[in-house]
T-cell receptor, first 119, second 115 residues
Framework: EAGVVQSPRYKIIEKKQPVAFWCNPI?????LYWYRQNLGQGPELLIR????????DSQLPKDRFSAERLKGVDSTLKIQPAELGDSAVYLC?????????????????FGPGTRLTVL | AQSVTQLDSHVSVSEGTPVLLRCNYS??????LFWYVQHPNKGLQLLLK??????LVKGINGFEAEFKKSETSFHLTKPSAHMSDAAEYFC?????????????FGRGTSLIVHP
């Protein structure tokens, strides 16, 4: 079974440019997460989807960040325009949550991440 | 509300000696607890998990952790460190609130293994 797929793995852009990241979760997983991991820190949640609905986006900087999960499967995260402080690793994860919120798969499965460098 | 504190940012051990990575948590819910490992330029890999079954949890690569409710701790241990264990380790607490699974990561502990 394929794991969580992310692309690109690396991206270098100049500030003020747009950038987009793509994630394909594990087949059948209804919940998808985007995290940002700064150097030397743990992942911080940006947005969480249950199927195609964004249910927790309180940490997403909405002035420049946007995300979508059309059809409740794969997802894209966009930054426009990028700033120097956006340099980080962007991680996607997925899991299966039951209708009562219980964690069916008992863990999150993570993709390899996209390392963004903004110059 | 929930939070997790990894008490050491760095732990340094010699190969063949025991490893102890400390984690304390707080949660308003009955928590599930996880340890993940992240090798350089790699994704996060699950080491082990506690989900209200046995309090002593065994994971991959010889790691284990004990859930102690009275101490709100979930420390990670390994009897004998190997060079390949050098990596970043993250403790994660999750609870179910409002029908959603909400994980919170610690800041991470960097494990350094000396020959």
């Amino acid at each position: 079974e394929a794991g969580v797929v992310q692309s690109p793995r690396y991206k270098i852009i100049e500030k003020k440019q747009p950038v987009a990241f793509w994630c394909n979760p594990i087949s059948g997983h209804n919940t998808l997460y985007w995290y940002r991991q700064n150097l030397g820190q743990g992942p911080e949640l940006l947005i969480r989807y249950e199927n195609e609905e964004a249910v927790d986006d309180s940490q997403l900087p909405k002035d420049r960040f946007s995300a979508e999960r059309l059809k409740g499967v794969d997802s894209t995260l966009k930054i426009q325009p990028a700033e120097l402080g956006d340099s980080a690793v962007y991680l996607c994860a997925s899991t299966l949550v039951g209708f009562r919120g219980e964690l069916r798969s008992h863990e999150q499965f993570f993709g390899p991440g996209t390392r963004l460098t903004v110059l | 509300a929930q939070s997790v504190t990894q008490l050491d940012s760095h732990v340094s051990v010699s190969e063949g000696t025991p490893v102890l990575l400390r984690c304390n948590y707080s949660s308003s819910y009955s928590p599930s607890l996880f340890w993940y490992v992240q090798h350089p330029n790699k994704g996060l890999q699950l080491l082990l998990k506690y989900t209200s079954a046995a309090t002593l949890v065994k994971g991959i690569n010889g790691f284990e952790a004990e859930f102690k409710k009275s101490e709100t701790s979930f420390h990670l241990t390994k009897p004998s460190a190997h060079m390949s264990d050098a990596a970043e380790y993250f403790c994660v607490v999750s609870g179910v609130g409002g029908g959603s699974y909400i994980p919170t990561f610690g800041r991470g502990t960097s494990l350094i293994v000396h020959p």
